[in-house]
């Protein structure tokens, strides 16, 4: 054996033996900790464990990091009580262990329970209370508790309160109200983070916060800044919305051979402009037609707080275009509607709502876009023509308006406010395991995405944080993270809000323990 495999050997069984070090130290420093109130051994889990991979698979939801070849955490904290936490985060501050945070493992490129150096997850599944007033209209929420689980105890006090977040059922209430939180009440009422009035945070000194205690800086980071920049959030409490007895929903599909290009193009004209009470989404996919050929299929899932009859009149007047009749339109109450909205069979009881369970699991890959001007019909057909070219990638066009234009761009660190008709989302969904088709199917959408570039925003081209996308800038956390930072922080942020969460991120976390591969920088030394 060569003199330079035997050194190459000896350096990497010293990795191993240190990893391995740092990993019981911490353990140690844990089941030691003098922050615990209850005892901690029962929620560590290691590959040692039997458990370990169900524990670690629970919670991934996007099966392209769940292959042999994905890097594994070294330890699984699934914490029980606020004391695992703090005691988690003094422990591998302690030991320079990084530590990931898992509320629902939504997130798009994983980055909740994947890393490429030595980690462990916090896992809150186990912090789901929410405690719901009718009277205050207001709850508290847990970061662990699903949008499911949080609209089910709303509904079970009133039927008519509801709150506006994702219509996934399993999506976890921490990753989706830090990173912004919409859903299809988002024109009426605003985003998750816009009826935000509270939170408690665990800092990285392991000291539980509130808004009062935190202040209004940190407050304003976390609710659309991404909590996991600034330290561990456990709760938060909400302002409940009105929602009327029944609202109407209605889904139609049109294909090319019914004018998809001229609904398409007037969508477009009058999304953002229709009454606040409607959230019409359009969906472009790639189907067979009668003949067999490939073409484009649109498709118009939406939702009317409000009956039908008043929703035909609006229609008529505003978009006749669609040809909505009374008879694709259905009466419900507010949590059917979520039901239906994410597909779920009908008459599905509420209590589906409850089940942690996706009902289906993909490889998938993410990306977004925003739309500040229509797309004529000429572009539209361009559009289409690369889609039919590509065939997978679907592209979900949300429409904004209403109340997201009245919100200044500055009082949330989402930004993404006046200005804008619609926000893309890219979605390419498939089942077979294997690296070289991930990277095949990842980049159809990165080839639609580059299409589309004269159709969507520019200067930054912009995009949303809860469609994590890894493509558009990444830091390794070094000296030179601030200015990889601002990339994909300006895309997600816009400069000012960026600059302000930077701020915000050195005083709180000055020496950057809460960080992953999107996540706010520091100040640099020579700007601090």
Not at 408 to 434: L, T, V
Request: include cysteine.
């Amino acid at each position: 054996m060569s003199l330079f495999a035997l050194i190459f050997i000896f350096l990497f069984t010293q990795s191993l033996a240190t990893s391995n070090n740092a990993n019981e130290n911490f353990i140690r420093c844990l089941l030691n900790s003098t922050e615990l109130t209850s005892p901690i051994a029962g929620a560590i889990y290691t590959p040692a464990n039997s458990t370990f991979p169900a524990v670690l698979q629970a919670y991934i939801r996007n099966l392209r990091f769940n292959e042999s070849t994905t890097p594994k955490p070294a330890i699984i904290i699934t914490a029980l009580d606020l004391s695992h936490v703090q005691a988690s985060i003094k422990c591998a501050k302690k030991h320079k262990l990084l530590m990931k945070t898992r509320s629902g493992g939504h997130d798009y490129e994983g980055l909740s329970y994947v890393a490429d150096q030595p980690f462990f997850i916090l896992d809150l599944f186990n912090f789901r209370s929410i405690n719901v007033s009718i009277e205050e209209e207001t709850a508290w929420v847990q970061a662990g508790a699903t949008l499911g689980e949080l609209f089910y105890r709303i509904n079970e006090k009133s039927n008519t309160h509801g709150f506006p977040a994702g219509v996934c059922p399993t999506v976890g209430v921490g990753g989706h109200f830090s990173g912004g939180g919409y859903g299809n009440m988002m024109r009426k009422y605003g985003l998750s983070v816009d009826n935000i009035i509270d939170a408690e945070l665990v800092d990285v000194n392991g000291k539980l916060l509130n808004r009062e205690s935190m202040g209004e800086d940190l407050f304003w980071a976390i609710t659309g800044g991404g909590g996991v920049s600034f330290g561990v959030v456990i709760s938060y409490k909400i302002n409940l919305v009105h929602v009327p007895n029944k609202v109407t929903v209605f889904q139609v599909r049109r294909i090319s051979e019914q004018n998809v290009t001229g609904v398409a193009h007037r969508w477009l004209q009058v999304a953002d402009k229709l009454d606040n009470d409607l959230f019409i989404r359009m969906v472009f996919d790639v189907v067979n037609n009668t003949n067999g050929e490939k073409t484009i299929r649109a498709s118009f899932p939406s939702l009317y707080l409000g009956n039908a009859t008043n929703l035909i009149n609006i229609m008529d007047q505003s978009f006749p275009e669609l040809g909505l009749q009374i008879s694709d339109c259905q009466e419900m109450n507010w949590t059917q509607s979520i039901l239906w909205y994410y597909s779920f069979p009908p008459g599905s009881p509420d209590t589906t709502l409850l089940s942690r369970i996706p009902r289906t699991l993909t490889h998938l890959k993410r990306k977004s876009d925003y739309v500040k001007n229509p797309i004529s019909k000429q572009g539209l057909r361009l559009i289409f023509r690369k889609m039919i070219e590509l065939q997978l990638p679907v592209l979900t066009f949300n429409p904004y308006g209403g109340r997201m234009a009245e919100i200044s761009e500055f009082a949330k660190p989402f930004p993404h406010r006046a200005g804008n008709i619609a926000k893309i989302q890219y979605a390419a969904d498939w089942s077979a395991d294997g690296v070289d088709l991930a990277n095949r199917n990842v980049n159809l959408t990165r080839v639609l995405h580059e299409f589309m570039t004269p159709f969507v925003s520019k200067f930054p081209r912009e995009a949303f944080l809860n469609y994590r996308d890894l493509d558009i800038g990444v830091t390794d956390n070094g000296k030179n993270s601030y200015l990889q930072g601002m990339v994909y922080g300006v895309k997600y942020f816009k400069e000012t809000n960026f600059r302000r969460l930077v701020k915000v991120k050195t005083m709180v976390d000055p020496d950057n323990f809460f960080r992953n591969e999107q996540s706010i920088p520091t100040l640099p030394s020579w700007r601090k």
